[in-house]
């Protein structure tokens, strides 16, 4: 079983950064993404970004060029470096584990962390 576990959340004016990290535990030999998500009140969540298992990067048309994804597979986490926040940046971050075939493909989420950005 993967357990998942975010930290770094916050509190910050636009214009700040923010540093996300998310740490994997029961980590198998099965392939996994790694992945960010975001879910604002009253709306659904949405892919932040995402490192595959092949080390190939997506980024979501709002964050690219201000949000960094980083991922180190020795130590199973996968980090989120967030410049330039913008108030709609404003939500609750999701890490998102996604373990791919031939494993039996199932994605596991963390808690969440807070993201708040005033203007």
């Known amino acids: 079983q993967v357990e998942v576990a975010e930290s770094g959340g916050g509190s910050v004016q636009a214009g700040n950064a923010l540093r996300l990290s998310c740490a994997a535990s029961?980590?198998?030999?099965?392939?996994?993404?790694m992945s960010w998500y975001r879910q604002a009140p009253g709306k659904e969540r949405d892919l932040v970004s995402t490192?595959?298992?092949?080390?190939?990067?997506v980024y979501g048309k709002s964050v690219k060029g201000r949000f960094t994804i980083s991922r180190d597979n020795a130590k199973n986490t996968v980090d989120l470096q967030m410049n330039s926040l913008k108030p709609e940046d404003t939500a609750m971050y999701y890490c998102?584990?996604?373990?791919?075939?031939?494993?039996?493909?199932?994605?596991?989420w963390g808690q969440g962390t807070q993201v708040t950005v005033s203007s």
């Open positions: 029961g980590i198998t030999d099965c392939k996994y993404d």
């Open positions: 490192v595959n298992s092949d080390g190939s990067i």
């Open positions: 998102a584990i996604t373990q791919l075939l031939p494993c039996t493909p199932r994605r596991y």
